[in-house]
T-cell receptor
Framework: AQSVTQLDSQVPVFEEAPVELRCNYS??????LFWYVQYPNQGLQLLLK??????LVKGINGFEAEFNKSQTSFHLRKPSVHISDTAEYFC???????????FGQGTELSVKP | NAGVTQTPKFQVLKTGQSMTLQCAQD?????MYWYRQDPGMGLRLIYY???????DKGEVPNGYNVSRLNKREFSLRLESAAPSQTSVYFC??????????????FGPGTRLTVT
């Protein structure tokens, strides 16, 4: 069975500062990895995903994530955040052969001026 | 192209009342899902439908039933609402194959309060 742990429930950061949101997963098989973003009072939307190949994945809005197999991590980064990045971010995993997405508990990113 | 739509957006029920949450997608996706979101608990899968005509239990199915009415529509029913079912409910769909594999598309949510 897979599980996902997002290590920080809340991350406050000042505008234009860099940010890293941490995600670790547990799985005995290879997995696909995803980051979703949820803006206030909205549904989730896909930021980026890792299926295979290059371990550095670029997504929308300047976000990127790096897959680290040895550390079973998929941390999300942005070099310079904007106020508009304030949202909740969810990491998720799914086995390649199919099945359900397993979500982490979410990280609230709060960008302050 | 509306994507995934959900009705209603808000609902208040009394304990013991029943209701059905509606979900429709216009992306010709095979798979559809119902999640609930509670503070600090992420998204938990209630039921899913891998294809038209099939439904399966997720992580938290107790107190809910679902119907995959056709390829577009997937409804969630609360037969006898309880305060523990106060939550935000999200419907999602996915194609399950091709370059969009694993990607789920979410509706805007239904905020349900049970008093």
């Amino acid at each position: 069975a897979q599980s996902v742990t997002q290590l920080d429930s809340q991350v406050p950061v000042f505008e234009e500062a860099p940010v890293e949101l941490r995600c670790n997963y547990s799985s005995s098989v290879s997995v696909y990895l995803f980051w979703y973003v949820q803006y206030p009072n909205q549904g989730l939307q896909l930021l980026l995903k890792y299926l295979s190949g290059s371990t550095l994945v670029k997504g929308i809005n300047g976000f990127e994530a790096e897959f680290n197999k040895s550390q079973t991590s998929f941390h999300l980064r942005k070099p310079s955040v904007h106020i508009s990045d304030t949202a909740e971010y969810f990491c998720a995993v799914r086995p390649p052969q199919g099945g359900k997405l397993i979500f982490g508990q979410g990280t609230e990113l709060s960008v302050k001026p | 192209n509306a994507g995934v739509t959900q009705t209603p957006k808000f609902q208040v029920l009394k304990t013991g009342q029943s209701m059905t949450l509606q979900c429709a997608q216009d992306m010709n996706h095979n798979s559809m899902y119902w999640y609930r979101q509670d503070p600090g608990m992420g998204l938990r899968l209630i039921y899913y439908s891998a294809s038209e005509g099939t439904t399966d239990k997720g992580e938290v199915p107790n107190g809910y039933n679902v119907s995959r009415l056709n390829k577009r529509e997937f409804s969630l029913r609360l037969e006898s609402a309880a305060p523990s079912q106060t939550s935000v409910y999200f419907c999602a769909s996915s194609s399950g194959s091709g370059r969009r594999i694993g990607e789920q598309y979410f509706g805007p949510g239904t905020r349900l309060t049970v008093t």
